[in-house]
Each structure stands twice: as C-alpha cells, then as structure tokens.
C-alpha cells in the first residue's frame, strides 16, 4: 500500500485498505510485508486465494476482483492529521462511488463464478448489496 500515496505524500497502510476493501464488500487481513517496521502497522494486505478458488473463482474472476480491489484503493485519498498529543495520524478518505459500486460487481462476478449459497440481507457488510 506505500504506493498509494496523497498529496502530502502520506502512504495507505494495510490496516486501512482491509477496512476500506471490507465497506466495500471485499474481506481480507492486513499483513505485514518485508520492509515493515512493525507489525503494529502492515502496509501489505492478504487475499485468502484458496477461499475464493474452492468459491469457484478462476483466473478471469480473480483478475476481475483483482480489478475492483484496485480501483477501490487508488480512489482513496490518504492523509496525515495532528493528534490531540501534536503527533501524526495517518486517515484516508475513500471514494464513496467505487465503494458503492464494488459490492454489486463482487456479487456478479461471484454469481458468474457459480457461487454455493443465495446471499441474503440480513446485515453489514452485506447490506451494501441490495442498496439501491
């Protein structure tokens, strides 16, 4: 996530991509990767590929949510604000039209893949699926 980077050159950790990814429908974990100081603070996030192939995702469905996960991240905006304690904390404002739009994409290209359950709504995250 170093790439991603804002104006005032503040990096997306992996801590936030994992909440952004997860409003928009998409759940992975944080990880740290080499080159990371602690583990407090990952800047790498890990997508479980056997869950998503045992789903029935192939390769054409992977590059698809491949596709989604990047377009949710590169429409953050990261950005560093002083603390009550004068130290900085990095945020991110996530662009709101991908993460509105990703859970219906996740939902065709798992429906494509030949999903094995019928989501229903029944609460978050899912609830972003069936907003109108």
């Keep these: 996530m170093r790439t991603i ?30 080159g990371d100081k602690s583990a407090f603070d990952p800047s790498g ?3 479980g590929t056997p869950w998503i192939t045992q789903r029935g995702f192939d390769e054409e ?3 698809q949510l491949a596709d989604i996960i990047a377009d949710v991240l590169l429409a953050c905006a990261p950005h560093s604000v002083l603390s009550v304690h004068g130290k900085p904390q990095r945020r991110a404002k996530a662009g709101l039209r991908y993460i509105e739009h990703s859970p219906r994409t996740c939902a065709g290209a798992g429906q494509s893949a030949g999903l094995d359950f019928v989501p229903t709504e029944h609460g978050y995250p899912h609830f972003l699926l069936h907003r109108r």
């Excluded at 804002?6 to 080499?34: E, F, H, K």
């Design 5 to 34: 980077q804002g104006a005032d050159g503040t990096s997306l950790s992996g801590d936030q991509a994992a909440r952004i990814l997860d409003l928009a429908g998409i759940v992975l974990n944080r990880n740290t990767i080499p």
């Design 61 to 63: 469905n992977s590059r």
């Design 45 to 47: 996030i890990r997508l």
